[in-house]
Every structure is written in C-alpha cells, then in structure tokens.
C-alpha cells in the first residue's frame, strides 16, 4: 500500500476533508487505507461481513468530482461527508453488490428493490458505502439467550478490539468495532433497544440513538418499528453529528420521520458543536440502580470525577434523582418489551420479505425452517431459535398487547417524562448503557461518549439521555463533555 503523508488513524471528518483539499489525500487512497486495515484486522476483530467490491472505482469517480469543482473554485460546496467511506450495519439495504442479510445465511442473496433512505442521502452528500458491518444476528432477536452478543454466522463472533475477552455487546457490534480499530471512520448502527448506545460505550467510540423518526428506517431491516431508530457510530461526537445531518429529515416512505422531522432545527446540528454547551445547563444525576452495578470499579470512580467536571464547566446538576418504577422498566419481561417486540416482529419481517427479490426466505416461518435445515451454516445450538419461535405463535397486536403498550406509555409518562419535567431538566446522566430500556420504551434520544477504561483496559461511557427532539441540546452537552475530557484512546492492535 502506497505510504500516506497524513496520519489516517483517528482521523476526524474535519481533518480528512482539510486533508483532501491541501492535497495530502485522495479518496481513492483513503478507500485504500480502509481495505488494508480491515484486511489486515478483521480476521481477528470479525466486524466486517463484507466489502464493495467497487469501492476503488467509486472513490476514483469522487476524487473526480474534486478535482472539478477545486478547478471551478467551489470545492466546499461538496459538504462534510464527500469522499467518506461508510459502514453500514448489515441490515441497513444497498441496491449495488451489497448483501443485506442481518448476518444471516438465511437472506444471502436476497435483492432489494432500492437503497435505504438513509443510504440515499449518503450517497447525495457524496459519502462513499464501503461495506457491511457486523452484527448481532438478526438484533439477537433469534435467541435472547443462545446466541452471544456480536455472533451472527456469515462473520462470526465479533471481537472488543481492546478486551478480546470483553463483549462487543450489540447489536451493531461490527460498526463500533470498526470504528474504534480504525477499519472506518463512520458507521452506521441501528438501536431498538441499546443496540447503538451498548456497544458505542464498550468499543469506546460515540453513538448518537435518535428520536424514534428523525431518521428514516424504510429499507432497513425493521425489528420493532414504533422503536426502530437509525443513527451514527463514529470516534468523535462532531463526526456523529456531521453524520447525523445527513441522514435526518423527512421520508415519505416512513410515516414517523413527518412527526419527527419538525424536531430538525434550522441550520441542521452542527451550529450545535459548541465548547461552552455545558453553561447552565440543568442535569439529572440517576443513582439507581445503575450506580450499585459498578461499585468499587474504575467506570465508578470515573463517574464521580466526570460529575465534578460537568459542574466545573457550568452545567447545574440535580443530583440522586430517580425514576419512578425504574426496575420494571428496566426488564423487558416485566415491563412486557419482549412481548410487543415477539408481536411485531414478525409482522414486519414478513412485510419487509415479501419485497425482496430473489429472496429464499419469504416469512419468519421459512427463517426458522431455514435455519432448523442448514445447522451447519447457522451454527444452530440447543434453543437458539427459542425468540424466533415465540415470534412466530403470535398474531399481532391483540387485547394483552395493547394493554401492555397502555402500561408502556404511563411508565414513561409517570417515570422519565415527569423526571425531565418537574426538575426542567435538560438531560439525564447516567454510566454506561444502564438505562437504554428507558429511552426505548419511549422512542427518546440519548448520546453515549467514551468515559474511561477498567483496570483490564475494558472500555466504559457516559449517557446523556433527554425528551424526544432534544438532539440539540444531547449535541452540546456531550460535545463540552468530550472536548473537556478528551478520554478516548485508540485500541492496541500490532
């Protein structure tokens, strides 16, 4: 591989764009750089499933595109993301060579009808699609309890690139691994519950889960779609949300971005990357249960120290608060989570394959059939099927289910909702992924940044959760964090 002239690990958008236009870097040797890098990593780190196989010509064609506008004299008008590579969580659809399987055999060869929604404003923004990321196979909805975090069986078990005995977590375990081992700069991941924020904080990287329809999940995979949310993977929260700009707004062809879209300030979110966002801002402190988790550890040290911090900088902390019937919410069987997502998922998943072409799987009863026949490329255990299958015994939203959604809402009506707004609060802060069930339930946004490392070098993070449309505000009280701390180093990997 041609020796580069610019140090491309750790490497920001920002700095890889001012890297193109001093002439230092071409996409086509990022492109390059990428390919190495997973080439060279993967076979450990098992985070890609696979590449585009016309990667090179495509950066080629985008370095054409700058050097005719740098000619023409407007090479900023191309925007923050032209010439960078992306990961996508292998659920997200791409109408190339691309396979979209949720690291499943099962869906191998299987054509959409046409790019994601979120796929289509990347490419406009001139961003170029490298591959499919890892992942937690189908969400790790197959089994809750037979498959690890980070297996799925086209790449095998994902590995944490700075604790190889540590969990990746997921489900988007591929697209955070990537990023923090620099095979990528940004990723894309997928979040219904904890499946960005997760594995955000254990690879030490910042994930952005959005308000439920700020971004389009039409021609994803879907799970649950009333939680369903699309959003970046990336090393840095200016990155994330440069990323975000992106791929938020209205889609037609997902109902939910309309409500959603409204929440978009003018201007987009980069007005909000703001060193000082912590100034006044008022911020709940959850203790419980979330605290007693990790007593004596590093990450709780670390969070004592990160609390100091957030007051030094101006931020107005309320601290020890608690959400009402918090450890109901925080188990899915208890609160009945499990119970809607059984429900529809499979209604979903048989509408979302009854529009592929040349699928071999037409419902969630072909998969299972699929699965049950191919043990040898499935890598079937005992029971491993056992949330597939319960899946498949239900028949949509019925009297029990509706009443469990009935008590979903007044749980985040009564808990969080009124938390936020009895305190006038900005944000909730809290350790690690610990309380992703209550953004879930809720369709809240949250903001995970890299908080420090165990004593074992396993990663942890801080969350910054707020009421649905509060992007901005996550957006400027993370980026003062992280810019104040600057705790994020990069994994060990020669």
Known sequence: MEELNFQVEEATIKSIQQAFADGKLTARKLVDFYLHQIERLNPVLRSVIEVNLDAQLLADELDREKETSRRGGGLADLGELHGIPVLLKDTIGTLDKLNNTAGSYALLGSKVQRDAAVVERLRKSGALILGKASLSEWYRFRSLSGVPNGWCARSGQGVNPYLSSGTPCGSSSGSAISVAANMVCVSLGSETHSSIICPSVNNSVVGIKPTVGLTSRAGVIPMTPRWDTIGPICRTVSDAVYVLDVIAGFDP??????????????????????????????????????????????????????????????????????????????????????????????????????????????????????????????????????TFIESEKTNGLGEHEMAILENLAKLSTNGFEKLMKEHKLDAMVTPGSRASAVYAIGGYPAITVPAGYERDGMPFGICFGGLRGSEAKLIEISYAFEQVTKVRKPPSLD
Do not use: W
Not at 333 to 362: C, Q, R, T
């Open 253 to 386: 062809n997902d109902e939910a971005t309309r409500e959603a879209s409204k929440y978009i300030p003018e201007g987009g979110y980069k007005q909000f990357l703001n060193e000082d966002g912590l100034k006044g801002k008022r911020l709940g402190i959850i203790r419980h249960p979330f605290m007693e988790k990790i007593h004596g550890t590093a990450e709780s040290e670390a969070f004592e120290l990160h609390i100091d911090t957030l007051r030094q900088r101006g931020a107005q902390l309320i601290d020890n608060l608690k959400i009402d019937q918090i450890e109901t919410i925080l188990d899915p069987n208890l609160s009945g989570e499990i119970s809607i997502m059984a429900a529809e998922f499979k209604s979903h998943i048989n509408v979302y394959l009854k529009e592929l072409d040349d699928s071999p799987v037409h419902s969630l009863a072909d998969i299972i059939a699929f699965n049950e026949n191919n043990p040898e490329l499935e890598m079937l255990k005992e029971h491993d099927q056992n």
